[in-house]
């Protein structure tokens, strides 16, 4: 698809880029011009080609066909090493940094000159200090990466691309680990860069960070490039239909809830890992029938670890957990199918190394953790017939394609394996149902499908405990919000006190006025 450009100043050009990975159209003729000094967004769903045309860019993969244009210059880029030659840089979702090295060491790494060590050190600290200084990129150089919060592991990831002359600066999906106030800071570092003239490419699935931080934005969809919009003319509603190719109902849809009878709590449960390191201190929770209980946090504040002990596949050190009257503690652990036998249902937040085998076929995913059942099992042998159809039925309930249940399990995409393993555990009809990022990496289409009926089972008097580190998706979601820092349950608020200014400085472990003066005037309630 053309796009129109007034402006003259062209930092990237890409025509006709077209890339196959055997059968995979991963790239079908794309035409995209950045302007210089812009801020320039690329959106779509899982699977549209964005990764992989960020990786031509880079130099990690190249076209098949097709120019990329550098400041008007047609450039061959067939390495990361030529890539960053022609003052492009790029920052990963995951981050590139040795843990014990300094700031300083880690971003002269592989950019050092010359056979002695110092002088490029001195060099480097003298660079960065006036990088810093210039983009609001302040960072300890001596510390250590392992003693940095992620906030600043990223911005250490920033200035390695800007010391090696980075003018065109990609970031894959940069505020997935970051607090709210992290990712405002970003956002102003996105801004100081741009006043410099650096030109930044924004790669992420959140359209409001889309609406709030670029200029311009593409629109990818199975490989092709859509639409170009200028970002002051467009809305969440006409991307997110861009981006599936129909209208998206993107608000959740839902009444106030009625929590009745308690059905899990836990009381001073801790945990301590295999290394030593403690992982819950003294978490005190409950979940009643009919509520959405939403745990928020910056990723690795404990939340994998409760959701673990909850399903019985960690056993805490000390405190209980209550499931309906059945206490769990050290003296008395249990396991998975023991907490499933008590009606807990279990959606895990890895769903390639928990919730499916990829080598499995689709319905022998769809009864993982129920293989035993009487329903799937004769005298001696299976029963196939059944096992098929049951699948074949949860396909069809919860719009999992293609409706092959032979089909393996590693062939879906990630939106229908995660439709599949959720439709797994509703089937069962559970009391509890402990979810985690029940939409991570899911297209914007099954998220909708996905939030719908999460709150058709709370109105139906589950109890649900929903991890998740998209923001958005815990306040849209929940009835009540536990927000963990550093294994402790740092409070709790009402989904209508929930907002992202309280809740990342929660994320912090700042507790906000709003809610000290809350406490100072409410009596018999927990916040």
């Not at 899911?442 to 709150?455: N, S």
Request: hydrophobic share 40%; proline share 3%; net charge negative.
């Amino acid at each position: 698809m053309s796009q129109p450009h007034n402006q003259e100043n062209i930092a990237l050009e890409l025509c006709g880029i077209d890339k196959k990975f055997g059968a995979v159209h991963a790239n079908c003729n794309i035409d995209l011009k950045v302007p210089a000094g812009t801020i320039h967004g690329i959106i779509g769903e899982n699977g549209a080609g964005k990764s992989t045309l960020m990786n031509i860019i880079y130099g990690f993969y190249v076209a098949d066909s097709g120019d990329i244009k550098i400041s008007g210059e047609v450039r061959k880029l067939t390495s990361s090493k030529e890539a960053i030659s022609y003052g492009i840089g790029m920052v990963h979702q995951h981050f590139m940094l040795v843990d014990n090295f300094s700031v300083l060491e880690n971003v002269i790494l592989g950019a050092e000159e010359g056979g002695l060590l110092q002088p490029s050190l001195r060099k480097a600290r003298k660079e960065l200090e006036r990088l810093a200084k210039e983009y609001q990129l302040n960072v300890p150089l001596d510390a250590l990466i392992e003693d940095l919060p992620v906030g600043l592991q990223q911005r250490v990831e920033i200035l390695k691309a800007l010391y090696r002359g980075a003018k065109i600066l990609i970031l894959d999906e940069p505020t997935g680990v970051l607090t709210p106030q992290e990712t405002d800071h970003l956002f102003k570092i996105f801004d100081a860069l741009r006043d410099q003239g650096v030109t930044i490419l924004l790669i992420t699935h959140k359209l409001r960070e889309i609406l709030a931080a670029t200029d311009n934005v593409s629109v990818m969809r199975q490989g092709e490039m859509v639409a170009h919009r200028k970002t002051a003319d467009t809305d969440k509603e006409e991307l997110a239909e861009l981006m599936v190719g129909r209208k998206v109902r993107l608000k959740v849809e839902k009444t106030e809830a009625d929590a009745q009878q308690e059905l899990l709590s836990t009381s001073n449960l801790t945990y301590t890992d295999e290394l030593g390191v403690d992982r819950l201190k003294n978490v005190s929770i409950s979940i009643k029938a009919g509520e959405v209980v939403g745990i928020a946090g910056v990723s690795g504040n404990g939340q994998s670890e409760l959701m673990s002990a909850l399903a019985g596949l960690i056993k805490p050190n000390s405190g209980q957990i209550n499931i309906g009257g059945t206490q769990i503690d050290a003296q008395n652990p249990s396991s998975a199918a023991q907490v499933r036998d008590l009606g807990v249902g279990h959606i895990p937040e890895d769903r390639l190394v928990m919730g499916l085998i990829k080598s499995f076929s689709a319905e022998e995913s769809a009864i993982l953790g129920y293989q035993n059942s009487d329903t799937y099992n004769g005298r001696f042998l299976n029963k196939p017939k059944i096992i098929n159809q049951e699948c074949a039925r949860l396909m069809e309930d919860w719009d999992v394609r293609p409706r092959d249940p032979k089909l393996r399990s590693s062939l879906f995409s990630g939106g229908n394996q995660q439709k599949l393993i959720i439709a797994r555990e509703v089937d069962k009809d559970p009391n509890i149902l402990l979810i985690g990022q029940p939409t991570r990496g899911v297209d914007i289409g099954a998220i909708e499908l996905i939030h719908k009926r999460i709150i058709e089972l709370r109105d139906q008097g589950k109890g649900i405990l929903l991890v998740s580190v998209e923001l958005d998706e815990i306040m849209a979601l929940s009835d009540r919000i536990i927000v963990m820092f550093d294994g402790n349950i740092v409070g709790e608020v009402s989904a209508q006190q929930a907002n992202e200014k309280i809740l990342g400085m929660m994320m912090a472990n700042i507790m906000p006025d709003e809610l000290q003066s809350n406490a100072a005037t409410t009596s018999g309630e927990q916040l």
